[in-house]
Nanobody
Framework: QVQLVESGGGLVQAGESLRLSCAASGTIFRLNTVGWYRQAPGKQRELVAT???????NYADSVKGRFTISRDNAKNTVYLEMNSLKPEDTAVYYC????????WGRGTQVTVSS
């Protein structure tokens, strides 16, 4: 059983930064793609960024140039560095191990005030 635990969320003002972490157990985590998703109130969950086991990253257009996804395979951890935050970035952020049906964490709340 794979368990993912997100952390690092909080309340910030527009323009500030946060770094989210997704920590997991097991070799399977470091061998597969991991994604960060977010879900705002009343909206569908959307993909924010993904990173392959080798470190190749992709981003949603809405966060390109502001967010950076990275991973430390020795620590079984994936990060999401979020800069120049906007109120529309407010959401619960989830990480997901992209295998089979996928494994999800429970999420961490990010709130950006204007």
């Amino acid at each position: 059983q794979v368990q993912l635990v997100e952390s690092g969320g909080g309340l910030v003002q527009a323009g500030e930064s946060l770094r989210l972490s997704c920590a997991a157990s097991g070799t399977i985590f470091r061998l597969n793609t991991v994604g960060w998703y977010r879900q705002a109130p009343g909206k569908q969950r959307e993909l924010v960024a993904t990173i392959t086991s080798g470190g190749s990253a992709n981003y949603a257009d809405s966060v390109k140039g502001r967010f950076t996804i990275s991973r430390d395979n020795a620590k079984n951890t994936v990060y999401l560095e979020m800069n120049s935050l906007k109120p529309e970035d407010t959401a619960v952020y989830y990480c997901k191990l992209e295998i089979l049906g996928g494994y999800w964490g429970r999420g961490t709340q990010v709130t950006v005030s204007s």
